[in-house]
């Protein structure tokens, strides 16, 4: 094989490793048993825990699609980083994400719709209109909705520094990431939701309650901190 030949087909594999490529930056460098997957959406069971059943097989790429990078260690789903593709031409700063936290009765679910009027007229650099958007514009709360709505700058991967390398390409936008912590038993015990921002503050917070040795949970407490509401699953 020439020069030229082996040049154009170490390209393409390398290309062809970045589109599907799912491993977020690992967050516990000492612990060897790390794994990530992709799923089609985060789900729920009748206790609040999350559910990761419905897996793909492949990244998804068409415009308007929605899925999740899931980081487990030792089998166990510590972190959930969810995507949404966007096209490029409508990624800019008039017309924002706009992600509509719906309450499911078992969970918050998130959609996604392009919107206007967020960020008021003028020029802004990514900072500053991400940090509009953190502090001025979202969350904001909507009436007409039971839940809460988060404005995310599609046009600016860098809103969050550490969160940018979870993406392959400028159509994908981070819209959010949960946190998920367990017990000594290895049962779930807290959620965080947070928005695609640095250092952000958590938008939800959900607690399992648990009674002895029983693996599932008497109470789930769901913390609204955008809403300012506590939700109870019994």
Excluded at 55 to 81: E, M, T
Excluded at 106 to 112: A, I, L, P
Excluded at 199 to 212: D, I, P, Q
Aim: include cysteine; hydrophobic fraction near 40%; aromatic fraction near 8%.
């Amino acid at each position: 094989m020439n020069r030229a030949r082996l040049l154009l087909l170490l390209s393409f594999l390398l290309s062809s490793c970045m589109t599907e490529r799912v491993q977020p930056v690992h967050e516990y460098p000492d612990v060897p048993k790390q794994s990530t997957y992709l799923v089609k959406k985060v789900e729920y069971d009748e206790h609040g825990r999350p559910l990761f059943t419905a897996r793909l097989s492949s990244r998804p790429g068409a415009a308007g699609d929605r899925f999740a990078i899931v980081h487990a260690v030792n089998d166990r789903p510590v972190r959930s980083y969810d995507i949404a593709i966007v096209e490029h031409q409508k990624a800019d700063m008039a017309r924002p994400l706009e992600v509509v936290y719906e309450w499911t009765g078992r969970g918050f679910e998130g959609g996604q719709a392009i919107a206007s009027g967020i960020l008021p007229s003028g020029t802004y650099s990514g900072k500053e209109a991400a940090a509009f958007l953190v502090v001025k514009a979202a969350p904001v709360i909507i009436g007409s909705v039971t839940g809460f709505v988060v404005g995310v700058l599609s046009s600016i991967p860098e809103t969050a520094i550490e969160l940018k390398r979870v993406v392959v390409n400028a159509r994908e936008t981070v819209i959010g990431y949960t946190e998920y912590r367990y017990d000594e038993k290895g049962r779930i015990r807290t959620m965080k939701l947070f928005p695609p921002v640095g250092r952000a503050e958590e938008l939800v917070r959900t607690e399992f309650f648990y009674t002895g040795e029983r693996d599932t949970p008497d109470r789930t407490e769901v913390t609204s901190a955008v809403e300012n509401k506590v939700r109870v699953i019994r």
